[in-house]
């Protein structure tokens, strides 16, 4: 979003689980991320930094004018924060509690503080912690692979009717694009979203995102997934 508005920023990365200390320690009221300080005001969370922009540089506006559109707006960029982010962030967890090489992949270009071959080699409990704190049990994952046709659909039909896909993009274009971006850094996902137009709008609106993990997940819980995926 602020590549988006033209602002200048400097980017502070944090381990997860740690982070939450920090981010209070640096004075933010709660303990979540992204926070951003920006012209002596402290926001946290993607969708209330969405709104600050707006309001400190309306050029390019995240929403649009007309009342109805922005509510369309708010409504999927809301639903791309509290369903399909948490879906993104459970299949992540899950996957890196079982094989922890590919977060090198997802850290490039990050200033942890060190090295990142550390990070990686000393990272099983922040990678256990992070596991349990977004619920990513045998269960869930296999309940959100088996949600994402379901979700994937609904991304396309906002695109269709011009909720999403806008350029430049609006808040809830990035809001989603992210998150389905972070799930096409798997293997065995990325073939279901690529060629729908959920794939091509998280391409266009964030080309640049690290990380590839291989084949992770077994392939019955795929099987909703690669059946719905277009021919």
């Known amino acids: 979003m602020l590549e988006a508005k033209g602002i200048p920023y400097k980017r502070v990365d944090l ?10 320690a640096a004075g933010f009221p709660d303990k979540t991320v992204p926070a951003l300080k920006i012209e002596g005001r402290r926001v946290q969370g993607s969708r209330e930094i969405a709104r600050a922009l707006d309001e400190i540089r309306p050029d390019p506006p995240l929403f649009p004018a007309g009342a109805a559109e922005r509510s369309a707006v708010e409504e ?8 399909l982010q948490p879906i993104a962030r459970r299949l992540t967890w899950w996957a890196l509690k079982r094989n922890r090489a590919p977060m090198a992949t997802y850290s490039e270009g990050a200033k942890l503080g060190i090295p990142v071959g550390l990070a990686v080699k000393t990272g099983a409990p922040i990678v256990a912690l992070s596991a349990r704190f977004n619920g990513s049990t045998d269960e869930a994952v296999q309940a959100d692979l088996a949600a994402l046709p379901e979700a994937l659909d609904k991304i396309d039909a906002w695109i269709a009717d011009g909720t999403l896909g806008a350029d430049p993009p609006n808040a809830a274009d990035l809001q989603i694009a992210t998150s389905l971006r972070l799930l096409m ?7 279901a979203i690529q060629s729908r137009p959920a ?3 998280a391409l266009r609106a964030a ?25």
């Open 15 to 24: 381990v997860p689980v740690v982070s939450k200390g920090v981010v209070r």
């Open 185 to 191: 850094s798997f293997e065995d996902i990325r073939p």
């Open 76 to 83: 999927a960029e809301s639903w791309g924060d509290e369903v």
């Open 199 to 201: 794939g091509e709008m």
């Open 207 to 231: 080309p640049d995102f690290p990380g590839r993990t291989p084949p992770a997940f077994p392939g019955q819980w795929l099987a909703p997934l690669r059946s719905a995926a277009p021919a």
